[in-house]
């Protein structure tokens, strides 16, 4: 059935005027439609999505399980580095934020391209493997702009693991937010990297 004759064209008549714009109607959708996802996977007792604020950072995200958290002392920027972390497991899939203030703005991007290096390294991913791709953060720095890491590898145990990566950075705050499973379900990948904002 053509959209032009479908359903949603007469619910669209109803609730928009005939001269509203078609960005408007397109947005309303995919409003729309964000919500009736979010409320299909809130509704799951596999995925039970929660606001969470990492750290001290300002930075708030979702998650579908009830995080544990801990902090660690890591060498980031050339000196030791508090890190906090938050991680849960949740439908077969691993879901980690990690937040660390550098205390220098300066190192922000070194840092987050060494990072991501060590990652990659760690879950034995290859660049034909390995793609990357802007993200949209609200609130978070422009330069270097947030990006979204995808890539395939091997845990330790030699068994293929899909790894989704996030790193961005507000002043001297990094952040890495990732989400590992044998294999990535997109709806709840696109969930929750969609939720990151800084308040």
Known sequence: MSLLSSPFTLITQC???AGASRWVVRTAWSLVALTALLFAFGCSPKLNWRDVQAGSSGLTLLLPCKPDQGDKIVPLGG???KMT???CDAAGATFA???ADLGDAANVPDVLTQWQGITLTNMKAVPANTQSRPLRV???AFGPAPVLVVAQGQRPDGSAVSG????FAKGSHVVQVVMYASAIEPIAAEIYFASLKFD
Do not use: D, E, N, S
């Open 164 to 167: 989704w990566a996030a790193y």
């Open 85 to 87: 972390m938050l991680g």
């Open 79 to 81: 000196k030791p580095t």
């Open 97 to 99: 934020v990690a937040v």
């Open 15 to 17: 609730i928009f005027p």
């Open 138 to 140: 609200p609130g978070a």
